[in-house]
């Protein structure tokens, strides 16, 4: 059974889902434009079962064909600040599609994110691509990660 229930007025884009008794899915999607003007479909998730995080994980999805993962290979979020923070590479072992990357973001969104806007540099093949994610969204990233 799956319910959608949109939660939190001021966080009108996170999206609770019941997967089954006792199992929560929390999302935000956002769709934002890479340096290269690439287009990426953007979706952090929190997965609760029991009232207990199990994970927090940011998927970046590409348009097929136009950009390949290269995976295993971390996910680098620079901070205006200057700070490299690597995210784990979750489909290390086998991605559903060359277009699609998982990174688990549970230890990073833990601590407070006092940035203005943060880079991520993605670990594409043959391109140095960059996706800026603007403070509204790490504002709603943190929403989920931190309620």
Known sequence: MI???ICDQSFADVIKQI??????LYQVR????DNEGNNWQIILFKRLKEGKTTEVDLRL???????????PQDLTLSTVKGEQ??????FAEKAPADNVGQYDLQKILSR????????LLLPVKEKSL??????PILLEWQEIANP
Do not use: C, M, W
């Not at 999805?61 to 995976?71: I, L, S, T, W």
């Not at 994110?113 to 943060?118: H, N, Q, T, Y």
């Open 3 to 5: 319910d959608l229930i």
């Open 19 to 24: 997967e089954e008794q006792g199992q929560i």
């Open 130 to 135: 960059a996706l800026k994610i603007p403070y």
């Open 112 to 119: 407070s994110i006092d940035e203005k806007s943060i880079t």
């Open 61 to 71: 999805v590409g348009f097929p064909d136009a950009v390949k993962f290269n995976h």
């Open 85 to 90: 923070i690597k995210a784990h590479d979750q």
């Open 30 to 33: 956002n769709r934002l434009t």
